[in-house]
């Protein structure tokens, strides 16, 4: 009989591949105190506002230490459905429309846990985070990657989902915007996915978590348009927009016998979310709104540095909608994502993340974030010149 303990792991998760972000960022961390500028780890360099951090210090003094409901308190979902209906202009109802969640990361589960069925062809698009694919893996079901390109924007287009579309197919999966091209979709191309949903009883899971961080035009959530409300499961947190990663908040809306649904799995996995957070995040909703505003200008100027230094260094980068990630092509400097990842970290100490870590259609880019401050935007950026300008010269 064999002794490796491998015999006991999964089939399906012994196949699972590894984050391809964590696993850069184990070379990262071992270069700790080599002055390494990160472009990589998508997380605000803001500490969470005061006055949140200081709701969360006031309900443990109150004694806040105890389970809430299954679905997140009360105050909690009334304060969500105010934001929701006002930033979004969709309308769900607090008691059994609402589910509070450890973050977007379990709201993404739990919708996946408690909607596919083995074998449901499950359709998202690509360059896309990490974990879409593998919760489809986990859960049994077969992932549709659909593409999008750089001269769009990285904008998901109804064409390519018509061209991906399979019979079987169940839920198509949206992050706008997207981490990690910062790509969206305007409203007319919504309309046009939204028509191409009813017409094949999609179910959809639309990821807006970066949504407050748009910097040109509006952002429209696919679930405010007509027939979609009904069809879609809308996920939100705190972690971008009000620098809240550590929290572990978000929250899932939708029809109450869907959100019920992913109540039974939340209940017997996770219970509920950290009464603590839950304070923090209410505070967040009453009073952070301000907060969001001046972070998403120093993003939007930080954005504008990158992309700009970006394609002055002829490593050509659309300029992101939304988010905080740049998606720069690095194919010019005829290295590999990774080539190009690693030398830049060993060479220049710059941290970037290959644009294959979030499927094959990043081939061929970085993910660049910019949330990190101006001043780091800068010396980082003459870091990646010096790079490039090394490689040219070799060649």
Not at 111 to 131: E, L, T, W
Not at 168 to 185: E, F, I, Q, S, V
Not at 358 to 380: D, K, L, M, P, W
Request: aromatic share 10%.
């Amino acid at each position: 009989m064999s002794n490796d303990p491998k015999r006991w792991v999964a089939g399906h998760v012994s196949v699972l591949p590894k984050s391809g972000i964590r696993d850069f960022f184990e070379l990262v961390a071992k270069m700790k105190g080599q002055d390494v500028i990160s472009l990589g780890v998508g997380e605000p360099d803001f500490v969470t506002p005061w006055h949140i951090r200081e709701a969360a210090i006031y309900a443990l003094e109150r004694g806040k230490t105890y389970y809430t409901s299954n679905l997140g308190t009360p105050e909690l979902r009334k304060a969500i459905a105010g934001y929701v209906a006002e930033h979004f202009h969709i309308g769900y109802r607090p008691e059994d429309q609402i589910i509070v969640t450890v973050g977007v990361s379990e709201a993404l589960d739990l919708a996946c846990r408690a909607f596919i069925n083995p074998g449901d062809k499950v359709m998202f698009h690509q360059p896309c985070y990490v974990s879409y694919h593998p919760s489809i893996a986990l859960t049994h079901g077969e992932p549709i990657a659909v593409p999008t390109y750089a001269k769009d924007g990285f904008a998901l287009t109804a064409a390519a989902l018509r061209e991906a579309w399979q019979p079987g197919a169940k839920m198509l999966m949206l992050n706008l915007p997207t981490n990690p091209t910062g790509g969206t979709c305007t409203k007319k191309q919504l309309t046009e996915i939204a028509e191409f949903c009813r017409e094949k009883d999609l179910l959809v899971l639309t990821d807006e978590i970066y949504s407050e961080l748009t910097f040109d035009g509006t952002h429209t959530s696919i679930a405010s348009l007509p027939g979609m409300a009904e069809r879609t499961i809308f996920l939100h947190g705190f972690s971008k927009a009000f620098a809240m990663t550590g929290w572990r908040i978000g929250y899932a809306c939708g029809p109450a016998t869907l959100i019920d649904a992913m109540m039974k799995v939340h209940q017997y996995t996770m219970l509920c979310a950290s009464i603590v957070a839950q304070e923090a995040a209410l505070e967040a909703l009453q009073h952070g709104w301000d907060d969001v505003l001046k972070m998403r200008e120093q993003y939007h100027r930080r954005r504008d540095l990158i992309v700009r230094r970006f394609n002055e260094i002829g490593l050509t980068c659309h300029s992101p909608r939304g988010s905080f990630y740049a998606f720069p092509d690095v194919a010019k400097t005829g290295l590999s994502e990774k080539d190009f990842a690693v030398g830049l970290l060993q060479q220049e100490r710059v941290a970037v993340v290959p644009g294959n870590a979030f499927g094959v259609n990043g081939t061929g880019h970085v993910r660049a974030c910019f949330a990190t401050s101006y001043e780091q935007i800068v010396e980082a950026c003459d870091r990646i010149e010096r790079f490039v300008a090394q490689g040219r010269a070799k060649r």
